[in-house]
Structures are given as structure tokens and as C-alpha cells.
């Protein structure tokens, strides 16, 4: 049986054997990020001749490929990243979804793809919300994170943009990304290794950028540390991102720094609406190039007290050190007395504004599943 979803032209088949209340309970309990996934997805197809067709919520399942399709070969894809939230009055919000449509849209220009406009955008994730409500956990920390997907599926070993293109939306119950995410996280500073060249695609959100980070990755892990920190590669100087976030630097006047969006840095959704937050308590925030070495004299001479990653996944997660072969600098620690870090706060306020605690003074939320009357 097909019914039309109330929110927008994503036609639902409805999956014939979802999860039980049982299974999406265990499921939902503590899923490691990224391992679980809801009962339906969003798909629709793109023909050069045709644009874009097909738009449907589908039960989850494998999508059959031909080996030649042209992502498989030359990673011809962009993604995305964000989640969803369910508030104490049991409506169901995405956040700044207007934001994470317009970078795919950024992301499928730079990748040669199809753009997916932000109507079809929105209405293939909020048809997925509220297909799979039930997967929207109200307790504290968890969400449902989203992760639309445009892949290059034409037979074509031809190095060029392909004529055939699929946008899927997965959803993925999630608690934190990074463990040790209240002590701090140890990040590996990758020297030889660099994630993204000037005219290259470190500003999109594309597969490569990621696949070029996990051996920096691997290398990181194997130093004990939960990240890895990327330098320009243009003069292996100037700190940029970390594998999947960005990087922020509180001094101990209270003032912000944080990398500029150079051409090389993915411009982060929670990068943006943090240094908002940021700039509404009247901080001044500093957006340029930070060289390592400023960044650890800083740390030694306490004129850096903190440091930050921020990110969809990682929300706002402390750092606690930074190690490479030739360094291994602590932030300072805190005690009782200090009260809460910069990290914390802004953590707090960010998500308070997530889960409806906090005004909304940016019109940054939107309601997907209006709370149940009664
Ligand atoms: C996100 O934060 O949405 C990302 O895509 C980063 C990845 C490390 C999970």
C-alpha cells in the first residue's frame, strides 16, 4: 500500500517488517555512531534526460549496483551530516537543515553532480523523520542523525560526470561520537599527511576527504589519541581541521580563534552556529590562520586555555592534548573552582537549543512532528 507523505512528494512504501518495539529498544539503548539504522530511507533517482524522479521512502535495504558505477571507481559523491531531536513535549525538530541543503547543493557543484534542490532536500528528510519517528530518543544526548547521500551509479569507467545519479537519506539512532568527550580528547597533529590542497576539495563534504583521513587516523589511534589535526598543506604550518570537525581556541582573556575558511576547511554547520553563540555573549572571535607553533606556545605560556572540536557528530568536544612525534603539550586542567570551560557552556547552550530548553533566537530549529495534542 503506498500513501502520499503529508510533508512534501516523497511517496512512503511503507516496510512490511519494521523493527519490533523490542528490537528498536535494544537498538536504541547505546548505538555506537553510526552502526544502526532506522526502518526506512529516502531515495530518488536523476537521468540527464529526465532530472530528478522517483521520489520515495523505501523500506532499508542493500541498493544493488553495478560494479562499474562510477563511484565506486572515481568517488564521484557528496554527503551530509545532521540530526534531528525529539523535545520534552514529544515534537520532533531538525536543526538548520536550510544550512546542511545549501552545502550539499555546494558539495554536488564542486563534485559535478546534480544539484538536489533544498525543497527536495527538505522533504526527503522530513518524510524520513516522520516515517521513523519512533527512532527519535527523547533522553538527554541522543538524536537522530541523518546522513543524505548523492552517488554517481552509472556504468562508466569514463572519467567524467556521470548520467545517472541516486539521493539517499539514511537515519542512524546516535549518542556521541568521540568517547572521553567530558575528560577530553588527545589528538594526533598528522606531520606528512595533509587532508586538502588549494583548488582541491577540503571545503566540500566528499567521500576522498575522508577516505585520505583514516591512515592519519590510524596513526593516530595507535599514539593513543581519539582525532587527528590536519596542517595546510601548502606550507605545513597552519593548523586547519581535524578528520571530521573543526577546531576552536579559547584564550584566557576569553577572546576566540579558530581557522578561517580558507578554501581548504569544511565550513562546519556547528562551526558556524557555535561562533554565533559565541559572538552573541559579546566574545570577539578571531577567524585566521593559526600556525602550530602559536597554538602551542600559546598552550605552554597559558595564553590558550582551551581548545575545542566542533562538529554534527562531535557536538562540542574538549581537547586535552595535542601529541605528535615532536610535541606532546596538556591544555590546563580544571578544577571545581573554575567553574564551567567555554567547551561546556557552550555545549550546553547549543543543545538546550537543540532539545527546545533554550530560546531559539536564530530561528535554527524546525518542527517536523508537531508534539501530540492532549
Ligand atoms: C558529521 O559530523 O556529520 C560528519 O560527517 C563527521 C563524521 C566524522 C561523522
Not at 29 to 47: I, L, N, Q, S, Y
Not at 209 to 227: R, T, V
Request: overall charge negative.
Amino acid at each position: 500500500m503506498e500513501t502520499q507523505a503529508p510533508t512534501a512528494q516523497f511517496t512512503v512504501i511503507p516496510n512490511r517488517r519494521p523493527a519490533t518495539d523490542e528490537e528498536r529498544w535494544i537498538a536504541m539503548e547505546d548505538p555506537v555512531f553510526g552502526k544502526v539504522f532506522t526502518d526506512h530511507m529516502a531515495r530518488a533517482t536523476w537521468r540527464e534526460e529526465d532530472g530528478w524522479a522517483d521520489r520515495r521512502i523505501v523500506p532499508l535495504a542493500p541498493i544493488p549496483m553495478h560494479p562499474g558505477a562510477a563511484v565506486l571507481h572515481y568517488a564521484q559523491q557528496a554527503f551530509e551530516g545532521l540530526k534531528a531531536y525529539r523535545w520534552e513535549d514529544g515534537s520532533i525538530r531538525l536543526f538548520r537543515p536550510e544550512a546542511n541543503a545549501a552545502r550539499l547543493a555546494s558539495s554536488c557543484r564542486r563534485m559535478a553532480l546534480p544539484e538536489v534542490s533544498e525543497e527536495d532536500f527538505l522533504a526527503a528528510v522530513e518524510a524520513l523523520v516522520e516515517a521513523d519517528q519512533n527512532w527519535v530518543a527523547g533522553a538527554e544526548g541522543a538524536s537522530l542523525y541523518l546522513r543524505p547521500l548523492v552517488i554517481a551509479t552509472e556504468a562508466s569507467l569514463l572519467v567524467q560526470p556521470a548520467a545517472e545519479v541516486d539521493f539517499i537519506v539514511t537515519a542512524s539512532p546516535v549518542g556521541d561520537y568521540l568517547s572521553n568527550g567530558d575528560v577530553g580528547v588527545s589528538i594526533w597533529v598528522s606531520r606528512g599527511y595533509h587532508r586538502a590542497n588549494a583548488g582541491g576539495t577540503g571545503d566540500t563534504k566528499t567521500a576522498g576527504n575522508y577516505a585520505a583521513s583514516m591512515l592519519p587516523q590510524k596513526e593516530a589511534k595507535e599514539h593513543g589519541c581519539g582525532q587527528v589535526l590536519f596542517l595546510d598543506a601548502r606550507e605545513d604550518t597552519y593548523v586547519e581541521e581535524l578528520g571530521g570537525m573543526n577546531l576552536v581556541a579559547v584564550r584566557a582573556d576569553g577572546s576566540i580563534l579558530t581557522p578561517r575558511l580558507s578554501g581548504t576547511i569544511l565550513p562546519g554547520v556547528t562551526r558556524d552556529s557555535i561562533l554565533t553563540l559565541l559572538r552573541d555573549e559579546g566574545r570577539t572571535v578571531e577567524e585566521r590562520d593559526i600556525a602550530l607553533t602559536e597554538l602551542v606556545e600559546g598552550i605552554e605560556s597559558g595564553d590558550i586555555a582551551e581548545l575545542f572540536a566542533v562538529g554534527t557528530a562531535a557536538v562540542v568536544t574538549p581537547i586535552a592534548r595535542l601529541v605528535s612525534d615532536d610535541l606532546d603539550v596538556s591544555l590546563p586542567e580544571r578544577s571545581e573552582e573554575d567553574g564551567p570551560s567555554v567547551a561546556t557552556a557552550m555545549r550546553a547552550l547549543l543543545t538546550d537549543i537543540q532539545y527546545g530548553r533554550a530560546e531559539d533566537r536564530h530561528g535554527w530549529t524546525r518542527e517536523v512532528v508537531p508534539a501530540p495534542e492532549g
